[in-house]
């Protein structure tokens, strides 16, 4: 078995009466296309927010890279090698699209508190910015604010922040929600090109048919509690699996 | 030189321009022309300062002018008690760079919490009142709430002289200033405007980003109040009050927030409506009451014009040069 990189133990937050993610116990290994599925309203997002940091557990730990990183800021989850895009689209949306990956870019160089050096002096974070920029295919919107972008761009320089951080696992929050039809198999291609570089990628989806051919590993949500793991595959043929999405038709639904 | 080559032909040549134009002025006017203009220099460095934390950083300070006060304090206290010459002067500027650091660092400990930023509002409100009322009531050193009249170094003394030093201040400060909202640090500030959570998702300790700001505007600001301070040979706790404060919003306000330059601007224009409203005193007793036309005005302002001067202007370049490019491609077809 490969290494684990991420593991929750019996993980569980409670708002008031209501658990919005009870007793969840998983792990992710090193290398693999994790998907993470449910309902709207199964608590995906709030586990991400817990492992992410943004949300502190009522119960239960997290692991990553075998340290315990529970009582851990998001801050140092991130320098730990964690990065996470958000469902709603959440970037600089006054600073032009170059600006946004570049101050990813420069969190991940650690530049440092310099308070007197002109920030474009630094070449190589300018030279890996354009990578960047042209790995999500925003290279010819550079000079927009990122406020202007169409959602599907905004969603495509979310993506090119995180992956601007180079982290060795990537939380992604519903890549393509909201995105039109045409711009989803782009996205779908910048993930398989980031996941052949060796990066452990874990998203959240709620369409299937999506995620089907890329993930290595799939995780049904329901209710706040993990319902099934495994294969692609097998899953989506399980009857409980089925079930849970209302008479499965939800799952093999083409896409619309 | 580097600064000179991010800026175009005509950006420079104007500047040019405006530099020659302000440098034969004192001696072409009368002194209180001189002394309102020197003024309006030294609040332009005090809105600037401001501006790094309301326009930049998207962090409302309501304590602000402790820092500006304090230092038109300490120098009136250093000349007071340690004579009235250069090395003093250089003292109460090492020292006033000191105690505005350090008090920015006391205040930002205390405000960068967490917590809301009205909640950090109230807090710097606080601890700006409580500022004001020590040098209130220890008037063995600052004369409590008659203020501190004071001499000052000899250079000083003459206005025309001091117009200059004034002038040169507000060049060096704004070049300073400007390069450290292009330096790496001043970027992470305007993410952290935009989206602190974001921020703090890429990996940076948003927290000690804002205190470096803060600190770099309290030093600012500090300076300002120095300058403000030689200017009036005076310093009272007006200067550490909120009204104090609030000029500065003003300023910003009126020049354009975010935009450094804009308090430059707002300075200039706010002191000067100032002015000539006090001046028509003379005219109908009601000008007494300026005041009252001033909030008008305000309210103007951010009702028709709520970016300011300078953000009104980047606006319509920037709708001329998207009709250009448009213009331009349309002949290419």
Redesign the interface.
Known sequence: MAETLIRTENLSISFGAHKAVNGVSISLEKGLFTTILGPNGAGKTTLFNLI?G?LKPTEGKIFFKGTDVTGL???ER??MGM??S?QLT??????TTY?NV???M???EE??????????R?KSLNEKTEEILEEVLLKDKKDFLAGELSHGEQRKLELG?VLA?EPEVLLLDEPTAGMSIEEVPTMIDILRRTKKKGTTIILIEHKMDMVKTLSDQLIIIVNGAKLVEGDPEEVSRNPEVLKAYLGGGVLNEPTT | MKLLNNMDKKTFLALGVLLVVLSIIPHFSKLSTITLISRIFILAVYGMSYDILRGYTGFINLGHALFFGSGAYIAGIFFTNFGNNLVVFGMAVIVTVVFCSLAAYIMGKIVLRGGGVIAAAMITLALGEIVRNIAERWRSVTMGADGLPFKIPDVFRDRIGFYYYALIFLIIMTVVLRQFILSPTGRVLMAIRENEQRAEFLGYETSKYKLIGLQVAGIASGLAGIMFGILNRFANTDLLSVQQTLNALLITLVGGTGTLYGAIVGSAFVNAVQNYLLNLRSVHPIFERWLLFFGAMYVIVVLFMPEGFVGLWNKYMKERRTKKNTKAIEKGL
Request: glycine share 6%; charged share 20%.
């Open positions: 992410s943004l800021s998001p801050v991130v320098k990065g996470r958000f959440n970037v600089f949306s006054r600073l600006e570049r101050l990813a420069q969190a991940h530049v440092g508190y310099k308070i007197f050096t002109d920030h474009r630094f922040m951080l």
